[in-house]
């Protein structure tokens, strides 16, 4: 199966300290591929790489066979992405987020209004679709992000963490959405998660970073059975660790930079 994503031999340095360091992997083409680690591990700085917010300082990134670091717009054509942190105007009805982002991506006006339909029917928000975003509730803002994600018809949609802080009903029925429209679109989703049995449900292979490096990648199944465990939460632990983490300083500079690019 062809790749989607090529990394090789990618690192990133903030002067004397090393993010990511000499990582390479590949996402196939229509897979869920689950991109694990802890807080501070790399995986942020990673994801920041792949949709053009920062330059490597060393390697190549390819996303649908483009440089995001020389083809930022055909890269930025080429996924949809789902930030951690809200990226919503809540002073704006449904439609109106929808048809702003179709807009910004310049999907013509005809297939907009007709995709916007189909997204918003298909995630239970159409009867809501004239409502201001600040009335919904976590989980209705998090399906209609989602929906806008999938607008221009990407190749690669990147999640990062994309239900945390929901309850598990509404966990399910946005992977339920997203399965479809991996299904029958043959979208790929670069999904980051700290939930082990989301991504051990719905990911088809998993890559494991930690100290910047990449420690495991294959299936759940995989991965179990070179750490002798009986869960991908194990494997998980087995890898990386058990001590406490904390979020890196520039991982959170990076964030503010998403904040940035939305704005």
């Known amino acids: 199966?062809?790749?989607?994503?090529?990394?090789?031999?990618?690192?990133k340095k903030y002067?004397?300290?090393?993010?990511?360091d000499d990582i390479s992997f590949?996402?196939?083409?229509?897979?869920?591929?689950?991109?694990?680690?802890?807080?501070?591990?790399?995986?942020?700085?990673?994801?920041?790489?792949?949709?053009?917010?920062?330059?490597?300082?060393a390697g190549t990134i390819l996303i649908n066979?483009?440089?995001?670091?020389?083809?930022?717009?055909?890269?930025?054509?080429?996924?949809?992405?789902?930030?951690?942190?809200?990226s919503l105007d809540d002073e704006l009805t449904a439609y109106e987020n929808m048809d702003l982002h179709g807009m910004l991506y310049k999907v013509k006006i005809?297939?907009?209004?007709?995709?916007?339909?189909?997204?918003?029917?298909f995630v239970e928000l159409w009867d809501r679709r004239n409502d201001l975003?600040?009335?919904?509730?976590?989980?209705?803002?998090?399906?209609?992000?989602?929906?806008?994600?999938?607008?221009?018809?990407?190749?690669?949609?990147?999640l990062d963490e994309p239900t945390i802080g929901l309850d598990p009903q509404t966990r399910n029925h946005i992977?339920?959405?997203?399965?479809?429209?991996?299904?029958?679109?043959?979208?790929?989703?670069?999904?980051?998660?700290?939930?082990m049995e989301e991504a051990d449900k719905v990911s088809n292979r998993i890559a494991i970073i930690d100290h910047g490096k990449i420690v495991a990648q294959g299936t759940s199944e995989e991965l179990e059975s070179k750490t002798n465990t009986s869960s991908l939460e194990e494997a998980f632990l087995s890898l990386t660790g058990s001590a406490i983490r904390e979020e890196t300083v520039k991982n959170q500079a990076m964030s503010g930079r998403a904040r940035a690019w939305r704005r």
Not at 32 to 57: D, R, S, V, W
Not at 135 to 144: A, C, D, E, T
Not at 175 to 188: D, H, S
């Open 1 to 11: 199966m062809e790749n989607i994503i090529e990394i090789k031999n990618l690192t």
């Open 15 to 20: 002067k004397d300290f090393t993010a990511v």
């Open 26 to 57: 590949n996402v196939k083409k229509g897979e869920i591929f689950a991109f694990l680690g802890p807080n501070g591990a790399g995986k942020t700085t990673t994801i920041k790489m792949l949709t053009t917010l920062t330059n490597p300082t």
């Open 65 to 86: 066979g483009y440089d995001p670091t020389r083809q930022q717009h055909e890269a930025r054509a080429s996924f949809g992405i789902v930030f951690q942190d809200p």
């Open 110 to 121: 005809k297939d907009r209004k007709e995709r916007i339909k189909q997204l918003l029917e």
């Open 133 to 158: 975003v600040k009335h919904f509730s976590g989980g209705m803002k998090r399906r209609l992000e989602i929906a806008r994600g999938f607008l221009h018809h990407p190749r690669v949609l990147f």
């Open 175 to 195: 992977w339920t959405y997203l399965k479809k429209m991996n299904r029958e679109e043959g979208i790929t989703v670069f999904l980051t998660t700290h939930y």
